[in-house]
């Protein structure tokens, strides 16, 4: 089954066009990945698909639900984790999971089920106490993570994961990432090449608001004719500038 | 239930901050325990604790904006807002989750600033109660203004703009530091045209038991709440939409 499909979806901002025609389609269970340089529409395809900004034209279908026209449908099937770290500071690992619950109007038992299952997922048993504000880069982004997968959701988008995380960090995250495959259809935008590649199943290089390749790590290289991921994308980008 | 989660986790923002009950609490004790001071040594009419007691509880109250427009324009900076947006929430959740957690703490800033006042020679009377009553309609303009500030200007702004300019405003133009008669013309004419000194007035007639003075004030009061409170709303839901 197709989880996320777009025709001809489009975000312009006065005379910048952000997203120029995106049409894609991503099945059920897939990790797509979105990669670009800063500026290539990537978060702006995601804003427009978990309904926080409104297409300029096209349309985009979650589950087969429109994000124009039955956003709070679309918003009970998706989650995301934003790019940067979306935690409530002030309050610990526990009573930020408890938050969430309390957000999607789980019941007492299932908050309780719910919290210890991704406390287990994310091995958060060690920090479960501590303030989400007194917890490191890496720790953050994990119980971002787990809050964005509270709601079960069928669609999770992850904004650009590990962005400014440390080596080891950015590894443990790239676990739990591989851990979810296949049991929610993943959207992850990245700047980092081996990211994408490592994770993924398919790959869409953006650039300008366009889509310009959309294929497999192994498709994309040999589209570009090269043994490198990351000289295969940047031949794939430098190509479309000219 | 969602936007009561929502509320507290706002209120433990708020309570979690040792700045807020600093200055929410703490500064509005020091100065009336200083205008106190100076009163026993050289006694004014102004600072007579019947008269200073109301004008502290209402100043006090420009703290609540202050907390309240910071707990936004963080959120808003920080991506919770943005992940929040994309959950079951609504605008309503998110309108009354940031503003319901204020007004306890307006009351009990009301309960604690008049408990002091009792503590330094204010009469015991039911007119107290009455007093801690009316801080409810009266917070909903300071809340209103949380709301529209956080709505558009970020943290740092919020500092000068609700931190400095509001809480000097509200102070100055409330008469509670000098009586407004001592300066008159055109700043007498703008203090009254503004809810400061309705609220202080409106809280020194219920804890003088002057109770039919107090609707006039309250009307004022109500009047500049409820128009702050329909722009706060639709700055929070244009800025709601932007993002």
Same mark, same amino acid.
């Given at each position: 089954m197709i989880a996320i499909k777009t025709e001809n979806l489009t975000k312009r901002y006065g005379s910048l066009? !952000?997203? %120029?025609?995106l049409s894609l389609s991503i099945d059920e269970g897939e990790l797509f990945s979105l990669l670009g340089v800063n500026g290539a529409g990537k978060t702006t395809t995601i804003k427009m698909l978990t309904c926080l900004s409104a297409p300029t034209s096209g349309d985009g279908y979650i589950m087969g639900k429109?994000?124009? *026209? %039955?956003t709070q449908k679309v918003k009970s099937l998706i989650a995301v984790s934003p790019q940067e770290t979306a935690v409530a500071k002030a309050l610990s690992v526990r009573e930020n999971l408890e938050f969430i619950c309390g957000v999607h109007g789980f019941e007492r038992a299932r908050r309780e089920h719910k919290i210890a299952e991704l406390v287990r997922l994310m091995s958060l048993e060690s920090i479960i106490? *501590?303030? !989400?504000?007194?917890?490191?880069g890496g720790w953050q982004r994990r119980l971002s993570i787990a809050m964005a997968l509270i709601s079960e959701p069928q669609v999770l988008f992850l904004d650009?994961?590990?962005?400014?995380?440390d080596v080891i960090a950015r590894s443990e995250l790239w676990d739990i990432i591989r851990a979810l495959k296949g049991k929610v259809t993943i959207i992850l935008t990245t700047h980092y090449m081996e990211e994408a590649e490592a994770l993924s199943d398919r790959i869409g290089i953006m650039r300008d608001g366009r889509l310009l390749v959309c294929d497999t790590a192994a498709g994309i290289r040999k589209m570009a004719n090269t043994d490198s991921f990351e000289q295969a994308f940047v031949t794939i980008v430098k190509g479309a500038a000219r | 239930m969602k936007m009561l989660t929502f509320a507290l986790r706002n209120a433990r923002e708020i309570i979690r901050d040792p700045l807020n009950l600093g200055f929410g609490l703490g500064f509005p004790l020091v100065l009336i325990l200083l205008l106190s001071a100076i009163q026993a040594n050289v006694p004014v009419p102004l600072f007579e604790i019947a008269h200073l007691a109301p004008g502290i509880a209402v100043f006090g109250l420009s703290f609540m904006t202050l907390f309240s427009a910071t707990l936004i324009s963080r959120d808003r900076s920080s991506s919770l807002l943005q992940r929040l947006y994309?959950?079951?929430?609504?605008a309503v959740d998110f309108i009354l989750g940031y503003a319901l957690p204020i007004v306890p703490f307006s009351v009990a800033q009301g309960l604690i600033c008049y408990g002091v006042a009792v503590l330094l020679g204010l009469p015991v009377s039911v007119n107290i109660l009455v007093a801690v009553a009316l801080i409810i309609p009266v917070s909903v303009l300071y809340i209103a203004l949380g709301l529209l500030f956080g709505s558009i200007l970020n943290d740092k702004q919020v500092g000068g703009v609700c931190g400095a300019l509001l809480t000097n405003l509200s102070a100055w133009l409330s008469g509670t530091w000098f009586d407004l008669e001592l300066v008159g013309g055109v700043f007498k004419k703008i203090a009254h045209a503004l809810p400061f000194v309705h609220a202080v007035e409106l809280e020194r007639a219920a804890l003088s038991g /002057?109770? /039919?003075?107090?609707l006039p004030h309250l009307l004022w009061v109500m009047g500049y709440a409820l128009t702050a409170l329909v722009i706060a709303v639709l700055l929070f839901l244009r800025q709601m939409k932007k993002q």
């Open positions: 066009t !952000a997203v %120029d025609g429109s994000i124009t *026209r %039955d106490e *501590r303030k !989400a504000g007194k917890l490191s650009e994961p590990t962005l400014g995380l | 994309t959950t079951p929430l609504t /002057a109770y /039919a003075d107090i």
